[in-house]
């Protein structure tokens, strides 16, 4: 990381040249330039990394030559003594929480001053001093930090320039530094409080630093001190734009100097970086300027927070007396933030107890983080939180607020600042907490997890959840993968997620939170399974369920109802009517179920009925049309339509029927007729006494040779015939179809008494018994309609020839 950074960067390579001669580069690499800070910012602040375990840290460098302009070799060794003393009280008196921390002592040689201390961006005269610039102060007027002209030459780095702060860090980092102060109070008076002693670190905490010119505290309450002089070098000397009054006019100090001192700081930053008094290094102008200092505060105090403009103002007042004490600032409503106190405490986290650490990383700590800035995520929770993760015996605590700062972050965020760390968590050992917590959160994870990290990072995760002996995992694992599916591809569900949901569940068959997740989890993967795993895994296994649960019994409802409604996964009748309800059924008695569980079974069961009785019924159906005959379910039109049947053998006895003018197509047709047209042959020949219509006209209906259906009367042949023998009676009629056409006037009637023989003497009989008939009644018939039928015709040719002949019997006589 740092070569990468160091290669890229000529302030790297400057700094490295500056610390050329520095021991201090034996046991860190140095990195770009970063900031300044001390008195007349002396101090060159540079990015560094512990070589042993690249433990990140800021180097402060002080460069001798910058005191070389003194000319006089007594000042410049009081210049490099100052400085040395302010590392050393700052080794002494440590408070990580307050004071800026030294992580390596102070390494000196002819060119060079430096040491090591934790990671700083910037201090706080650097961002004061972009405000300045940005809030309309004049290029060429005096500098808003209180530094020199020559100091302020330094140049300021590119971060602090762009920097602005909330209003939750502004109150959070007076807090820290009035806290500091009332740790110091009781030892030394700071004597020194302004923004170039205060310095922002990485995390966005405020820490005190500075301590060139502390003063120990003695019995009495005033003690002696020495004012600011140009006589002296103004790096050897306290910022005069923010000593107390006491200081340069009385020459003695005490802890109120030092809340002076932090209320011109507090009115310097909410002046835009200007402070009230500005000096240009000039005891002359301090005075002038203090003498309208009230004036001035009345002019700046509505840019402070309501809640703080009292007390700040008690903070400036030349009466010593009338300024409040460390406490008293800190009691005001402005600092009383649970939100700040909250940020505070992981500051001193690691002084509580385990019992304590957990009650604040799963309760206190996530419900503060809402109402904290995002930018304080990053900067202060996240950095401690990635560190604390990696602890056993907290690791699942902090997991708490780690998922909510997941869930709120942005996708850019996360995958840069976030899922490094996390990724060590992924494929880390973990004890069944933190496995819980993961499973439990992972659609968070997913949500922001690039899709590569997701197939090789976070679902191994998952699956291998699965092989945990510890129930509550494998009942964690399988509820996660109903909150993660959309994620898991077609081929992980079948070949990896339903193997190992028939394991859990064979593992516990019992266990009724593990059988309720299992179910649930069916019920989301089910359309993404193959039909032979629905068969052979999935109702199998609801079978075997135990169903006494009301919940239960509801959950596989719902899943047959899923079944039921697509016909892809294969579930037929048989197994419904044998396998599936009879598993149900008894259910619907259960007390434990309650009306909408009792309705969803119910419902489910009349889908099973009416899916068996849909399928049966058609089958019956089919079954019973295959089974009979096809003319039995014919229209009666075609049932006895000529075109469809062949008609039955129509035989007159004893009749002869002379041939008529037939056409040439009927002449060709009985030319080539095997039979002939005579009635009254031998009884023993396959052709005799039928009428061979249908056979000699196979392409015409019998309805197309006739207009009227013909009403033959017959007499009885034996004593059973109905109807009455008298001639002149009416007979039985037989019509050539039972289809009702017209009405026929053709009556043909056999001899009375007895059987009729096949002779000619039943003719005589017909004759004079129905000619009448035919001829009254052919006028009539012909005036219904003007088509001619090969039957009608064939009865008015008959009627014909026996009108025209003397003697009717020479008809029938056997000559041919």
Not at 136 to 155: K, L
Not at 448 to 458: A, G, H, S, Y
Not at 639 to 662: C, G, V, W
Not at 776 to 791: D, E
Request: aromatic residues 8%; hydrophobic residues 40%.
């Amino acid at each position: 990381m740092f070569s990468k950074l160091k290669s890229g960067t000529s302030s790297a390579s400057q700094g490295a040249q500056v610390l050329s001669t520095n021991n201090i580069l034996n046991l860190f690499e140095v990195g770009k330039y970063v900031c300044s800070a001390g008195p007349e910012l002396i101090w060159k602040v540079y990015e560094g990394f512990r070589k042993p375990d690249g433990k990140e840290v800021s180097i402060f460098v002080f460069e001798k030559k910058l005191a070389d302009k003194l000319h006089k070799p007594r000042r410049k060794e009081t210049v490099t003594e100052i400085l040395k003393k302010s590392v050393h009280y700052l080794e002494m008196l440590r408070q990580p929480k307050l004071i800026l921390k030294v992580v390596h002592s102070v390494e000196d040689c002819n060119e060079t001053l430096a040491f090591a201390a934790e990671p700083v961006i910037a201090s706080l005269a650097n961002i004061l001093a972009y405000q300045a610039s940005i809030g309309g102060r004049a290029v060429n007027g005096p500098p808003s930090t209180g530094a020199s002209i020559t100091a302020t030459a330094m140049p300021r780095p590119a971060h602090a320039k762009e920097y602005n702060f909330l209003d939750f860090e502004i109150k959070y980092g007076i807090r820290q530094i009035a806290e500091a102060l009332d740790f110091l109070s009781p030892q030394v008076h700071h004597h020194n409080v302004c923004p170039s002693s205060i310095l922002v670190t990485k995390t966005g905490t405020w820490k005190l630093s500075g301590l060139e010119f502390i003063v120990q505290t003695e019995a009495r309450e005033r003690i002696t001190c020495t004012p600011w002089t140009s006589r002296l070098p103004k790096m050897a000397q306290p910022d005069l734009d923010y000593i107390a009054p006491e200081v340069q006019l009385s020459s003695y100090c005490s802890s109120h100097s030092d809340m002076f001192s932090l209320g011109m700081v507090i009115f310097a930053i909410f002046n835009n970086g200007r402070p009230l008094i500005q000096a240009n290094h000039s005891s002359s102008t301090y005075m002038k300027q203090l003498d309208v200092l009230e004036n001035q505060i009345h002019n700046v105090l509505p840019k402070l927070p309501a809640q703080l403009q009292e007390m700040a103002t008690k903070m400036l007042s030349k009466d010593v007396d009338a300024r409040p004490f460390v406490k008293n600032l800190l009691h005001t409503p402005y600092f009383c933030d649970r939100f700040v106190e909250t940020i505070q405490t992981l500051d001193i986290i690691n002084m509580k107890d385990l019992t304590q650490k957990c009650q604040f990383y799963k309760i206190t700590l996530k419900e503060s983080l809402p109402f904290i800035p995002k930018k304080i995520w990053y900067q202060r929770v996240w950095p401690f939180l990635q560190h604390e993760m990696m602890k056993s015996d907290v690791s699942a605590a902090v997991l708490h607020p780690v998922i909510f700062l997941i869930q709120e972050s942005s996708l850019e965020d996360y995958e840069t600042l976030m899922l490094p760390a996390m990724s060590k968590i992924f494929n880390g050992p973990k004890h069944v907490p933190v496995q819980v917590i993961l499973l439990e959160n992972l659609h968070v994870i997913l949500e922001k997890t690039p899709r590569d990290d997701i197939r090789k990072e976070v679902l191994p995760l998952l699956y291998t959840a699965f092989d945990f002996s510890d129930i509550e995992v494998q009942s964690t694992a399988v509820l996660a993968v109903t909150n993660v599916s959309q994620y898991m591809d077609d081929t992980a569900i079948r070949r990896m997620v339903l193997p190992k949901l028939k394991m859990v569940y064979e593992t516990n068959p019992n266990d009724l939170k593990i059988i309720l997740n299992i179910l649930a989890c069916l019920e989301i993967i089910l359309h993404r399974l193959e039909k032979q795993q629905i068969i052979e895994d999935v109702l199998p296994l609801l079978w075997i369920v135990n169903q006494t649960d009301p919940e239960v019994i509801a959950r596989i409802a719902v899943i047959y109802s899923m079944i039921l409604r697509d016909k892809k996964y294969g579930l037929s009748v048989n197994m419904i009517a044998t396998k599936i309800m009879p598993t149900l059924i008894p259910h619907t008695m259960n007390p434990g179920l309650n009306l909408e569980q009792f309705q969803t079974l119910i419902e489910v069961l009349q889908d099973m009925l009416e899916q068996i009785d849909r399928n049966q019924r058609n089958k019956l159906k089919l079954d019973t049309i295959s089974m009979q005959s096809p003319d039995r379910h014919r229209p009666l039109r075609h049932l006895y339509s000529s075109d469809n049947m062949h008609a039955q053998n129509f035989n007159i006895p004893n009749l002869k029927i002379e041939q008529r003018k037939t056409s040439s197509a009927e002449d060709m047709v009985r030319k080539n007729s095997a039979g002939s047209w005579w009635f009254g042959g031998s009884p023993s020949g396959s052709d005799s006494n039928f009428l061979r219509v249908v056979s000699s006209f196979p392409n015409r209906r019998l309805s197309d040779n006739m207009l009227n259906t013909p009403k033959i009367r017959v007499a009885p042949s034996c004593a059973s015939s109905p109807g009455s023998t008298p001639v002149g009676t009416g007979l039985p009629i037989r019509r050539h179809s039972n289809v009702e056409r017209r009405g026929s006037t053709i009556n043909l009637s056999p001899p009375s008494g007895g059987s009729m023989p096949n002779t000619s003497s039943s003719v005589p009989y017909l004759l004079s018994s129905s000619m009448n008939s035919i001829r009254s009644r052919r006028q009539s018939t012909c005036s219904q309609n003007s088509s001619t039928g090969i039957l009608q015709q064939l009865g008015s040719g008959v009627v014909k020839q026996l009108s025209t002949l003397q003697n009717p019997y020479q008809l029938f006589s056997g000559n041919k």
